[in-house]
Every structure is written in structure tokens, then in C-alpha cells.
């Protein structure tokens, strides 16, 4: 009996001194950030989303050549450059790029994470994507469409936007071939397991996965009045099961709310698409007028984020223009000199 008290007094003591053992603390919670990316200056204007604090900027030094895209994956950044480079970046201050070349000639525009160690990039240049495998280095190219461009990841698949351009013509306007299509990869094998053909003018942009899981391919087409297009793609049918117009000419970029809201953006213009209504809510004809608008991005409590490049001439920067959910402004803040994309992450508070 003495040995058994023994034995509950200690289990007692035990207990008592876990109970006040000091604890370790919790984590501060992530921040919604908004990371814009400058082309004329070469670095990422971040903006935390709430608080209504001043931007910082980090600059991004030498990346070899123009930046031109932003993804983004947890707190991480890859950008596409103007001269067949990418550059990997952690998205806080005191992180140097990681610079990795694709072949001579290829072309860099739009990217993808599929996961913390694998991404795909657009090579426009010579119709093919790079996977790049960041924990070994090694990279691999696989033939896509024409003139690839955008670049999304969804349902363990990769979806390839083909532009279908003509890219050596004269212009000012693009010269479009016809219409765009999606090229689909199994990125486990890196082979092309599909092709989804687009409704619409071609000159595919941009590709974004709605809140209800489908695929949104912003087609731009030639320039006309009312040549941009919307195009939902089902991933797990691989078919085109909607095609909307009236965003008017041009459009550039289109976010979503990870809800029903789906903005799209022109240079002259903010537009709205509901994607549970499948309803052009605000087209062209009734777009918030914007001064050379670049991207679009949208936060978790519906603030809108409208990026304005400005001419992208001397050291003029751009405008990051912040509407409520209502579409009403509520504040106008500076970018760097000519921003070109922007996302939305989550980042952990800077230390104090």
C-alpha cells in the first residue's frame, strides 16, 4: 500500500510540474499580402492586406533579363524574365533570387508551381514548357501548342494556354492564327495526355481556377471591339462548357474571389463575371475606368486590387488601386515603376 501511495504521489508531482511547465507559443497566423511585380525596376511591391500599412519594396537585382510574371506558392515566388530566365524568390526581405536558364532562344512567360519542388513554365518562343525540379536542378521540356502563354495547375494535371499567335507579323495588334486551345500534361511523366479546343478569338492570356473548381481562360483575339473572351474549361471532362463575351478589346489578366466573383481586367477597364450565374455582371461597356490597367488580384475578404502599369516609361511608377466589395474605392497606393502582375499570398508578420 505505501509503495502504491508512493507511486500516486509522484504521477501527482508529475502532473502538477507539466501543468506549469511553460508552453511554447503559438505562431503568429500568416498575413494576406498582396506582391506586385515591377517590370521597369526589377523588384515586388508588398502590401499587407490589412492594417492599411505602406508598401515595401524588394529589389530583385540582377535576374538576367525583364521581369514579366509573377506565381506564387506559399511563400514563394518564381518570375519570368524577358531572356529566357526564371528567377525562384523567397517573398521576404533578405532572400536573394535563384536564377535558372531554360534553353537559348526558348522564351519565359507563364508559370506554375505544382508543388513545393516541381513547376512548369511556358516557353512561347519554341512551342514547348520546362518542368523545373528545384530540389535537383534538373529541367525538362515538353512540345505544348502554339505560342504557349499561361500556365495553371489543378485536379494533378497542368493545363498549357496555347496563344496560337503569329508572332513574327508586323502588328501594332496581335495577329491571331484562330482559335486557342489548352494543352493537358500528366507532370508525374511529363507527357501530354490531351488537348481541349477554345471557343473564341485565340490569343489565350491568362487562366485562373474558380472557386468552383473549373478552369477560366481569358482569350484576348486580335484587338477588335469586342474580342475578348471567357472560356470555362471543365478539368476533370477536359471539355470547353461555356464561352462568354464582352470584355471588349485586349483584356489582359482576371482574378477570382475563391467564391462566385471573377474580375477581369483590361487596360482601359475592371469587369466583373459571376461564375454561379454565368453572367457577364459588368462588361466593357460598363468596366471601372482604369488608366493602363496591368493585373488584378482579389483577397479573402473581397477587396479588389486593380494594378494601373502607367506608361512604363523614366521612373514613373504604377498605381495599385484598392476597390471594397461594392466596387467603391477605398484607397489609391504606389507601386514600383511599371508593375506587369500581382497575387495575392500569405506570409508570416515581419519580426518586430
Not at 509522484?10 to 503559438?26: K, W
Not at 533570387?97 to 512548369?120: E, K, Q, R, S
Not at 530540389?135 to 521540356?141: A, E, F, K, L, M
Not at 505560342?147 to 495553371?152: G, R
Amino acid at each position: 500500500m505505501a509503495a502504491l501511495i508512493g507511486r500516486w504521489a509522484l504521477a501527482g508531482t508529475a502532473a502538477l510540474v507539466l501543468a506549469c511547465a511553460a508552453t511554447t507559443p503559438s505562431p503568429p497566423p500568416a498575413q494576406e499580402t498582396l506582391v506586385v511585380l515591377n517590370a521597369g525596376e526589377a523588384s515586388l511591391t508588398l502590401l499587407r492586406v490589412e492594417g492599411g500599412g505602406s508598401p515595401q519594396s524588394i529589389p530583385l537585382g540582377n535576374i538576367g533579363g525583364v521581369p514579366q510574371v509573377l506565381a506564387v506558392r506559399d511563400s514563394e515566388g518564381l518570375i519570368t524574365t524577358s531572356a529566357s530566365t526564371i528567377a525562384r524568390v523567397g517573398l521576404t526581405v533578405g532572400q536573394s533570387p535563384v536564377v535558372y536558364h531554360v534553353a537559348n532562344g526558348a522564351g519565359t512567360w507563364g508559370a506554375a508551381f505544382v508543388n513545393d519542388t516541381i513547376a512548369y513554365v511556358a516557353n512561347p518562343l519554341v512551342d514547348r514548357a520546362t518542368r523545373f525540379n528545384f530540389r535537383t536542378g534538373d529541367t525538362v521540356s515538353v512540345a505544348v501548342g502554339h505560342i504557349p502563354t499561361a500556365v495553371a495547375v489543378t485536379r494533378g494535371r497542368v493545363f498549357i494556354a496555347n496563344a496560337n499567335l503569329d508572332l513574327p507579323c508586323a502588328g501594332p495588334l496581335p495577329c491571331v492564327h484562330g482559335p486557342s486551345w489548352l494543352t493537358v500534361i500528366d507532370p508525374d511523366h511529363n507527357t501530354v495526355i490531351d488537348s481541349i479546343p477554345l471557343a473564341g478569338p485565340g490569343n489565350a492570356r491568362a487562366i485562373e481556377i474558380g472557386g468552383d473548381g473549373l478552369l477560366y481562360v481569358l482569350s484576348a483575339g486580335a484587338g477588335g471591339a469586342e474580342s475578348g473572351r471567357l472560356s470555362i474549361v471543365d478539368p476533370v471532362l477536359r471539355a470547353d462548357v461555356g464561352s462568354f463575351g464582352g470584355f471588349g478589346p485586349l483584356p489582359v489578366d482576371l482574378a477570382t474571389d475563391h467564391r462566385e466573383r471573377m474580375f477581369v481586367i483590361s487596360t482601359s477597364g475592371l469587369m466583373e463575371f459571376n461564375t454561379r450565374t454565368r453572367r457577364v455582371v459588368r462588361g466593357s461597356t460598363a468596366a471601372i475606368p482604369l488608366q493602363l490597367g496591368s493585373a488584378v488580384a482579389v483577397d479573402d475578404e473581397g477587396l479588389i486590387y486593380a494594378i494601373e502599369s502607367g506608361l512604363c516609361a523614366g521612373s514613373a511608377v504604377g498605381r495599385i488601386r484598392i476597390f471594397r466589395p461594392d466596387l467603391t474605392e477605398a484607397r489609391i497606393v504606389a507601386a514600383g515603376v511599371c508593375p506587369v502582375d500581382a497575387a495575392i499570398v500569405k506570409l508570416p508578420p515581419p519580426p518586430e
